[in-house]
């Protein structure tokens, strides 16, 4: 049976608009024009409410988790590998949204629960102290990282699955810095302007 009807399902699954549901809900509010005008659950955290913000984390990563899931069921591994691209580009670039989307972070998140199940269960605690402590997903991840790829390493999970993970994480980091400073530019250059 060919599987790569499973792709564009899920590029659909990272469709859904999690954080402007909520910004619409809560505050009837678009969430890519406040903040840091991105739609993910750390601008819905600060700009909107903090229980809104853990529902848009827990929705984002699950669309990473369920896209994964079915693409195992119904694919072989190189198709679950794209299908998990496939989710990340559609909430980056959703066409619903003229391609303006998340950083992709937390579906990314998701993606690892459902490939390297154990690992990223064993690290959980801590990512959600930092998470707690610090307000801030990326610091969080970026602490949680180190040890859950040494557990990766420890628990002899395959290379591919692990260089895999890795480049989903450099990809993440890249969607950060690239939107991070088109935003500081916006401001800067409508901060000359008005200024």
Known sequence: MNSLWTIPICYIIGLFPSAYIAGRLVKRV????IGDHNPGSANVSRNIHRLAGIAVLIVDLGK???AIILAKHFAPMPIVFICGIAVVAGHDWPIIFKFRGGR???TTIGIFYALISLP???VTPLGLFMLWKTRHLVVSSLVTLPPLFILVWLLHYSLDVILYCLGLVCF????????T???NTKQKSESIRWG
């Open 30 to 33: 678009d969430i890519k024009l």
């Open 64 to 66: 990473g988790f369920l």
């Open 104 to 106: 992709g972070l937390a």
């Open 120 to 122: 990223t269960l064993y």
């Open 172 to 179: 993440a980091g890249i969607m950060h810095f690239i939107t």
């Open 181 to 183: 400073r088109n935003l």
